[in-house]
Protein backbone atom coordinates (compact mmCIF):
# COMPACT_ATOMS: atom_id res chain seq x y z
CA UNK A 1 0.00 0.00 0.00
CA UNK A 2 0.71 3.84 -0.19
CA UNK A 3 1.09 4.79 3.37
CA UNK A 4 0.29 8.66 4.09
CA UNK A 5 1.46 11.02 7.31
CA UNK A 6 0.50 14.11 8.46
CA UNK A 7 -3.13 15.99 9.52
CA UNK A 8 -6.27 15.27 9.68
CA UNK A 9 -8.53 18.50 10.76
CA UNK A 10 -12.23 19.88 9.96
CA UNK A 11 -12.13 22.60 6.78
CA UNK A 12 -14.46 25.31 8.08
CA UNK A 13 -15.90 26.51 4.50
CA UNK A 14 -18.58 28.68 4.47
CA UNK A 15 -21.58 28.59 2.62
CA UNK A 16 -23.42 31.07 0.11
CA UNK A 17 -24.93 33.01 3.24
CA UNK A 18 -21.87 32.94 4.85
CA UNK A 19 -22.33 30.28 7.66
CA UNK A 20 -19.12 28.22 8.03
CA UNK A 21 -19.94 24.56 7.45
CA UNK A 22 -17.36 21.61 8.50
CA UNK A 23 -15.73 19.63 5.78
CA UNK A 24 -13.27 16.78 6.41
CA UNK A 25 -10.10 17.84 5.22
CA UNK A 26 -6.08 18.07 5.99
CA UNK A 27 -3.57 17.86 3.00
CA UNK A 28 -2.00 14.85 4.09
CA UNK A 29 -5.70 13.09 4.72
CA UNK A 30 -7.19 14.43 1.50
CA UNK A 31 -3.99 12.69 -0.82
CA UNK A 32 -5.09 9.59 1.13
CA UNK A 33 -8.59 9.96 0.23
CA UNK A 34 -7.94 10.70 -3.48
CA UNK A 35 -6.21 7.69 -3.20
CA UNK A 36 -8.20 5.46 -2.15
CA UNK A 37 -11.01 6.85 -4.50
CA UNK A 38 -8.70 5.99 -7.26
CA UNK A 39 -8.63 2.67 -5.91
CA UNK A 40 -4.97 2.71 -4.40
CA UNK A 41 -4.35 0.44 -1.18
CA UNK A 42 -3.97 3.15 1.33
CA UNK A 43 -3.43 3.87 5.07
CA UNK A 44 -3.02 7.20 7.11
CA UNK A 45 -0.98 7.84 9.70
CA UNK A 46 -2.61 10.95 11.75
CA UNK A 47 -4.23 12.20 14.76
CA UNK A 48 -7.31 11.09 14.93
CA UNK A 49 -9.49 12.59 18.32
CA UNK A 50 -12.57 10.74 20.02
CA UNK A 51 -14.24 14.07 19.70
CA UNK A 52 -17.75 14.61 17.01
CA UNK A 53 -15.46 16.01 14.70
CA UNK A 54 -12.24 12.97 15.20
CA UNK A 55 -15.65 10.22 14.77
CA UNK A 56 -16.61 12.50 11.14
CA UNK A 57 -13.14 12.08 10.42
CA UNK A 58 -12.76 8.24 11.10
CA UNK A 59 -16.25 7.74 8.70
CA UNK A 60 -14.92 9.49 5.78
CA UNK A 61 -11.83 7.78 5.54
CA UNK A 62 -13.67 4.40 6.05
CA UNK A 63 -16.03 5.19 3.11
CA UNK A 64 -13.07 6.29 0.90
CA UNK A 65 -11.50 2.93 1.73
CA UNK A 66 -8.58 4.37 3.72
CA UNK A 67 -7.34 1.98 6.20
CA UNK A 68 -6.71 4.08 9.57
CA UNK A 69 -5.33 1.67 11.86
CA UNK A 70 -1.96 3.25 11.83
CA UNK A 71 -3.56 6.77 13.44
CA UNK A 72 -2.48 7.84 16.66
CA UNK A 73 -6.10 8.10 18.86
CA UNK A 74 -6.41 10.62 21.60
CA UNK A 75 -8.87 12.49 23.54
CA UNK A 76 -7.52 16.18 21.95
CA UNK A 77 -9.81 17.57 19.95
CA UNK A 78 -9.54 17.81 16.33
CA UNK A 79 -7.56 20.54 14.49
CA UNK A 80 -10.01 23.10 13.03
CA UNK A 81 -8.90 25.17 9.65
CA UNK A 82 -11.13 28.23 8.76
CA UNK A 83 -11.21 28.68 5.11
CA UNK A 84 -11.47 32.29 3.57
CA UNK A 85 -12.39 32.29 -0.22
CA UNK A 86 -11.60 34.93 -2.60
CA UNK A 87 -13.05 34.41 -6.08
CA UNK A 88 -12.54 30.63 -5.35
CA UNK A 89 -9.06 30.74 -3.55
CA UNK A 90 -8.56 29.62 -0.46
CA UNK A 91 -6.85 30.92 2.45
CA UNK A 92 -6.19 29.43 6.13
CA UNK A 93 -6.69 30.17 9.72
CA UNK A 94 -5.62 26.93 11.77
CA UNK A 95 -6.47 26.44 15.16
CA UNK A 96 -3.94 23.51 16.22
CA UNK A 97 -2.64 23.81 19.73
CA UNK A 98 -2.48 20.54 21.54
CA UNK A 99 -4.84 18.73 18.82
CA UNK A 100 -4.65 15.17 17.78
CA UNK A 101 -2.13 15.30 15.28
CA UNK A 102 0.04 18.54 16.80
CA UNK A 103 0.78 16.77 20.00
CA UNK A 104 2.33 13.32 18.12
CA UNK A 105 5.50 12.46 19.81
CA UNK A 106 8.47 10.42 18.01
CA UNK A 107 7.21 7.69 19.97
CA UNK A 108 3.44 7.51 19.01
CA UNK A 109 4.42 6.91 15.64
CA UNK A 110 4.61 3.02 13.89
CA UNK A 111 7.17 1.49 12.07
CA UNK A 112 6.34 1.54 8.10
CA UNK A 113 4.88 -1.78 7.44
CA UNK A 114 6.29 -3.69 5.41
CA UNK A 115 5.32 -4.15 2.16
CA UNK A 116 4.82 -0.09 1.68
CA UNK A 117 5.51 0.76 -1.86
CA UNK A 118 5.52 4.16 -1.14
CA UNK A 119 5.22 6.98 2.02
CA UNK A 120 3.57 10.29 1.03
CA UNK A 121 4.79 13.37 3.75
CA UNK A 122 3.10 17.00 3.45
CA UNK A 123 0.92 19.33 4.90
CA UNK A 124 0.78 21.65 8.14
CA UNK A 125 2.22 18.99 10.12
CA UNK A 126 5.55 19.95 9.01
CA UNK A 127 5.51 23.45 10.85
CA UNK A 128 5.63 23.23 14.46
CA UNK A 129 6.38 20.73 17.00
CA UNK A 130 6.81 18.24 18.64
CA UNK A 131 4.34 16.45 15.43
CA UNK A 132 6.60 17.81 12.67
CA UNK A 133 10.17 16.38 13.90
CA UNK A 134 8.19 13.19 14.53
CA UNK A 135 7.37 12.97 11.12
CA UNK A 136 10.24 14.27 9.74
CA UNK A 137 12.07 11.53 11.81
CA UNK A 138 10.02 8.98 10.51
CA UNK A 139 10.55 10.38 6.29
CA UNK A 140 14.43 10.12 7.62
CA UNK A 141 13.76 6.35 8.89
CA UNK A 142 12.43 5.18 5.78
CA UNK A 143 14.23 2.31 3.97
CA UNK A 144 16.15 3.78 0.85
CA UNK A 145 14.49 1.01 -1.38
CA UNK A 146 10.76 2.70 -0.75
CA UNK A 147 9.62 5.88 -2.66
CA UNK A 148 9.20 9.40 -0.31
CA UNK A 149 7.20 11.84 -1.78
CA UNK A 150 6.81 15.16 -0.23
CA UNK A 151 4.34 18.20 -0.79
CA UNK A 152 5.35 20.75 2.28
CA UNK A 153 2.32 22.37 1.26
CA UNK A 154 4.38 25.63 2.32
CA UNK A 155 2.52 27.52 5.21
CA UNK A 156 5.05 29.82 6.80
CA UNK A 157 2.89 32.27 8.78
CA UNK A 158 1.55 29.21 10.24
CA UNK A 159 5.34 28.30 11.41
CA UNK A 160 6.13 29.72 15.62
CA UNK A 161 10.06 29.30 13.88
CA UNK A 162 10.02 29.93 10.10
CA UNK A 163 14.23 29.07 10.38
CA UNK A 164 13.51 25.72 11.93
CA UNK A 165 10.78 25.23 9.84
CA UNK A 166 12.96 26.07 6.64
CA UNK A 167 15.92 23.47 7.78
CA UNK A 168 13.16 20.69 8.55
CA UNK A 169 11.80 20.77 5.19
CA UNK A 170 15.45 20.86 3.42
CA UNK A 171 16.15 17.75 5.72
CA UNK A 172 12.89 16.41 4.12
CA UNK A 173 13.33 17.79 0.63
CA UNK A 174 17.16 16.05 1.28
CA UNK A 175 15.46 12.38 1.69
CA UNK A 176 12.43 12.42 -0.73
CA UNK A 177 12.75 10.63 -4.17
CA UNK A 178 9.68 13.24 -5.28
CA UNK A 179 9.07 16.62 -4.22
CA UNK A 180 6.03 18.40 -5.56
CA UNK A 181 6.21 22.19 -5.02
CA UNK A 182 3.57 25.11 -6.25
CA UNK A 183 5.02 27.96 -7.69
CA UNK A 184 4.82 30.36 -4.63
CA UNK A 185 6.42 27.45 -2.71
CA UNK A 186 9.33 27.25 -4.89
CA UNK A 187 9.88 30.94 -4.39
CA UNK A 188 9.93 30.70 -0.81
CA UNK A 189 12.59 28.30 -0.65
CA UNK A 190 14.71 29.85 -3.22
CA UNK A 191 14.08 33.08 -3.69
CA UNK A 192 16.24 33.94 -6.44
CA UNK A 193 16.32 33.03 -10.37
CA UNK A 194 13.78 32.16 -12.75
CA UNK A 195 11.50 28.64 -12.26
CA UNK A 196 13.62 27.07 -14.46
CA UNK A 197 16.85 28.16 -12.48
CA UNK A 198 14.95 27.22 -8.86
CA UNK A 199 13.43 23.88 -10.03
CA UNK A 200 17.49 22.72 -11.14
CA UNK A 201 18.40 24.11 -7.48
CA UNK A 202 15.94 21.63 -5.73
CA UNK A 203 16.94 18.72 -7.63
CA UNK A 204 20.71 19.56 -6.49
CA UNK A 205 19.25 19.58 -2.59
CA UNK A 206 18.15 16.01 -3.30
CA UNK A 207 15.39 14.66 -4.59
CA UNK A 208 15.07 12.83 -8.20
CA UNK A 209 12.18 14.13 -9.47
CA UNK A 210 9.94 17.92 -9.04
CA UNK A 211 6.43 18.00 -10.01
CA UNK A 212 6.04 21.71 -10.07
CA UNK A 213 1.96 23.02 -10.14
CA UNK A 214 1.25 26.73 -11.33
CA UNK A 215 -2.41 26.33 -11.10
CA UNK A 216 -3.97 27.42 -14.65
CA UNK A 217 -0.91 27.77 -16.17
CA UNK A 218 -0.57 23.99 -15.85
CA UNK A 219 2.12 21.65 -14.10
CA UNK A 220 5.78 20.33 -14.99
CA UNK A 221 7.60 16.97 -14.26
CA UNK A 222 11.24 17.87 -13.91
CA UNK A 223 13.77 14.21 -13.63
CA UNK A 224 16.96 15.29 -12.58
CA UNK A 225 19.34 13.93 -15.46
CA UNK A 226 16.20 12.95 -17.55
CA UNK A 227 12.74 13.98 -19.15
CA UNK A 228 11.22 17.48 -18.49
CA UNK A 229 7.41 17.03 -19.52
CA UNK A 230 4.85 19.98 -19.03
CA UNK A 231 1.03 19.35 -19.16
CA UNK A 232 -1.84 22.52 -19.53
CA UNK A 233 -4.46 22.70 -16.86
CA UNK A 234 -7.53 21.35 -17.42
CA UNK A 235 -10.12 23.99 -17.71
CA UNK A 236 -13.19 23.89 -15.46
CA UNK A 237 -15.39 26.39 -14.11
CA UNK A 238 -13.72 26.73 -10.66
CA UNK A 239 -16.07 26.43 -6.91
CA UNK A 240 -12.80 26.43 -4.62
CA UNK A 241 -9.56 25.33 -4.91
CA UNK A 242 -9.39 23.48 -1.58
CA UNK A 243 -7.99 19.80 -1.95
CA UNK A 244 -6.72 20.85 -5.41
CA UNK A 245 -2.96 20.11 -5.71
CA UNK A 246 -3.93 17.28 -2.65
CA UNK A 247 -5.53 15.79 -5.31
CA UNK A 248 -3.02 16.21 -7.91
CA UNK A 249 -0.57 14.14 -5.75
CA UNK A 250 -2.64 11.12 -5.42
CA UNK A 251 -3.20 10.97 -9.42
CA UNK A 252 0.79 11.17 -9.84
CA UNK A 253 1.23 8.21 -7.32
CA UNK A 254 -1.56 6.29 -8.37
CA UNK A 255 -0.40 7.09 -12.49
CA UNK A 256 3.30 5.60 -11.79
CA UNK A 257 1.67 2.78 -9.67
CA UNK A 258 -0.29 1.61 -12.62
CA UNK A 259 2.69 1.90 -14.51
CA UNK A 260 4.63 -0.07 -12.28
CA UNK A 261 7.50 2.70 -11.65
CA UNK A 262 6.86 3.52 -7.99
CA UNK A 263 9.91 3.02 -6.75
CA UNK A 264 12.90 5.21 -6.13
CA UNK A 265 15.49 3.04 -9.08
CA UNK A 266 12.72 3.74 -11.81
CA UNK A 267 12.25 7.74 -11.22
CA UNK A 268 15.49 8.50 -12.63
CA UNK A 269 14.47 6.43 -16.58
CA UNK A 270 11.04 7.70 -16.61
CA UNK A 271 9.95 8.17 -20.04
CA UNK A 272 8.31 11.17 -21.55
CA UNK A 273 4.98 8.96 -21.76
CA UNK A 274 4.57 7.82 -18.63
CA UNK A 275 5.51 11.39 -17.27
CA UNK A 276 2.56 12.83 -19.46
CA UNK A 277 0.39 10.16 -18.40
CA UNK A 278 1.06 10.75 -15.21
CA UNK A 279 0.47 14.78 -15.29
CA UNK A 280 -2.37 14.14 -17.54
CA UNK A 281 -4.55 12.09 -14.39
CA UNK A 282 -3.01 14.25 -11.52
CA UNK A 283 -4.03 16.92 -13.93
CA UNK A 284 -7.95 15.72 -14.42
CA UNK A 285 -8.07 14.50 -11.16
CA UNK A 286 -7.88 18.18 -9.60
CA UNK A 287 -9.82 19.47 -11.85
CA UNK A 288 -12.84 17.59 -10.53
CA UNK A 289 -11.94 18.75 -6.87
CA UNK A 290 -11.59 21.97 -7.87
CA UNK A 291 -14.94 21.79 -9.69
CA UNK A 292 -16.98 21.52 -6.33
CA UNK A 293 -17.25 22.93 -2.75
CA UNK A 294 -14.64 21.68 -0.20
CA UNK A 295 -11.70 18.75 -0.78
CA UNK A 296 -14.04 16.30 -2.64
CA UNK A 297 -11.90 14.48 -4.83
CA UNK A 298 -13.47 12.12 -7.52
CA UNK A 299 -13.67 7.99 -7.94
CA UNK A 300 -12.49 6.69 -10.38
CA UNK A 301 -15.46 6.02 -12.24
CA UNK A 302 -15.74 10.13 -12.25
CA UNK A 303 -12.48 10.23 -14.52
CA UNK A 304 -13.39 7.17 -16.96
Known sequence: MILCAGEALIDMIPNADGAYVPHVGGAVLNTAVALGRLGVPTGLVTGLSSDPFGHMIDAHLTGSHVDTSHAVRSNRNTTLAFVHLDNGNATYSFYDTETATSAIAPA????????????????????????????????????????????????????????????????????????????????????????????????????????????????????????????????????????????????CLAALRNAGALSPAAIPTLSETVLTDMLTLAARAAAVTVSRAGANPPWTNELD
Open 108 to 251: DLPTVPAGTEAVFFGGISLCNLPVADSLTNMALGVPASTLVMADPNIRPGFATDQAAYRARLERLIGRADIVKLSDDDISWLIPEGDLAAKGEALLAMGPKMLLLTEGSAGATALVKGGATVRVPAKRVEVVDTVGAGDTFNAG
